[in-house]
């Protein structure tokens, strides 16, 4: 039997989101006119973590995530990622 992992700690991004009223005051600073909710905060830290090629190790750990397979949904490439990949690929230099 396979050593079990250890669970998961609280996420250190629901620090950013558990009080309605630092919610608010997140939302404000970020410019968001429409009541928001921890969900939506934690989703978008997680995006912005991962599209600023923030390691996906590191963003789990962020997130308390206990398996990198829920992370990494929040990995999906955009077309211009994929372009900018392609351009990396040097042929006959």
Do not use: F, N, W
């Amino acid at each position: 039997m396979p050593p079990s992992r250890p669970k998961a700690t609280t996420g250190h991004s629901e620090l950013l989101v558990t009080s309605p009223e630092l919610r608010e005051d997140r939302a404000q600073t970020a410019g968001l006119d429409d009541p928001t909710t921890a969900h939506v905060l934690r989703y978008t830290l997680a995006t912005t973590l991962v599209r600023g090629k923030t390691d996906l190790v590191l963003v789990a750990e962020i997130l308390g995530h206990a398996r990198l397979e829920t992370t990494r949904r929040y990995s999906l490439p955009s077309d211009k990622d994929k372009e900018d990949a392609l351009r990396l690929i040097t042929v006959g230099r």
